[in-house]
């Protein structure tokens, strides 16, 4: 869970940094809806890793 967790990390760092210097609108709509989703993937396994310590 941990290594998954910190893949996305990755990937959401990149797609924030990517976002910020693409022009295409296509491309940063593609970067934004990632970098949400990861972020919403995130929360969820924080909210996991918290169930799993009690």
Do not use: N
Request: glycine share 2%; hydrophobic share 40%; no cysteine.
């Amino acid at each position: 869970m941990h290594e998954l967790a910190a893949f996305k990390t990755v990937g959401l760092t990149k797609s924030k940094t990517m976002k910020a210097l693409v022009t295409d609108e296509k491309l940063k709509a593609l970067l934004q809806e990632d970098v949400e989703q990861s972020t919403r993937h995130l929360e969820q396994f924080r909210a996991l890793l918290t169930k799993a310590k009690r």
